[in-house]
């Protein structure tokens, strides 16, 4: 069935390192991936997300990649600050973006820790 | 602008007790609506979706069950809740304008005791 496989499940960075998330996905449909950031006790946030017609975003310190043929994206965050400690969750589409009804398949979360 | 608001914030319940948590969407009509629980330090795990009144899917089997019974309320609702029913649940809903970018409410965080 549909999954996505998210690794690390913790990092622990020095302020102003670069920090990369990787997450697989089984789905050859999918066409969509967002990632998410929830820090402790709130809600997780939208902070970038890929269409499979690119292969890069970039938003600022945060990028995403995706490789279609391999079913794998990656989330980039450079120059890493302590307000970067969250747990992030990467997500892919269930099949193709539709007019109805359209499920999201999370990834486990990566705990990010910064450090000063 | 679109906004989700859920009610209760926390909650504290015995097992065995009933459970009615809600959510209501502001800023938009006929949105699709989701509910997900997390675990303490877990993922995110849908429960239901509607994509009108009346309109339910179920994704998990469990005790829980969820009403739609007007267009931006999503009411999620238990008969007798368990121990494994604890958790942060989270109603989404889809941005205006896109079939799939969701954005959460705040959240009720649920202990059952």
């Known amino acids: 069935g549909e999954n996505v496989e998210q690794h690390p499940s913790t990092l622990s960075v020095q302020e102003g390192d670069s920090a990369v998330i990787k997450c697989t996905y089984s789905?050859?449909?999918?066409?969509?991936f967002p990632w998410y950031k929830q820090e402790l006790g709130k809600r997780p946030q939208l902070i970038i997300d890929?269409?499979?017609?690119?292969g890069e975003k970039k938003d600022q310190r945060i990028a995403v990649t995706l490789n279609k043929t391999a079913k794998h994206f990656s989330l980039h965050i450079t120059e890493t600050q302590p307000e970067d400690s969250a747990v992030y969750f990467c997500?892919?589409?269930?099949?193709?973006?539709?007019?109805?009804?359209?499920?999201?398949?999370f990834g486990a979360g990566t705990r990010l820790a910064v450090h000063p | 602008s679109q906004t989700i608001h859920q009610w209760p914030a926390t909650l504290v319940q015995p097992v065995g007790s009933p459970l009615s948590l809600e959510c209501t969407v502001e800023?938009?009509?006929?949105?699709?609506l989701y509910w997900y629980r997390q675990a303490a330090g877990r993922g995110l795990q849908l429960l239901f979706y509607?994509?009108?009144?009346?309109?339910i899917s179920s994704e998990v089997p469990q005790n829980l069950s969820a009403s739609r019974p007007q267009d931006r309320q999503f009411i999620l609702s238990s008969k007798k809740l368990l121990l494994s029913d604890s958790g942060f649940y989270l109603c989404?809903?889809?941005?205006?304008?896109?079939?799939?970018?969701?954005?959460f409410g705040p959240g009720t965080r649920l202990t059952v005791t």
């Open positions: 800023g938009t009509s006929n949105p699709n």
């Open positions: 890929i269409r499979s017609n690119v």
């Open positions: 997500a892919a589409l269930k099949g193709k973006v539709s007019g109805g009804y359209n499920k999201l398949i």
């Open positions: 509607s994509v009108g009144i009346g309109q």
């Open positions: 989404a809903g889809v941005k205006d304008g896109s079939f799939y970018e969701q954005y």
């Open positions: 789905d050859s449909a999918s066409n969509y």
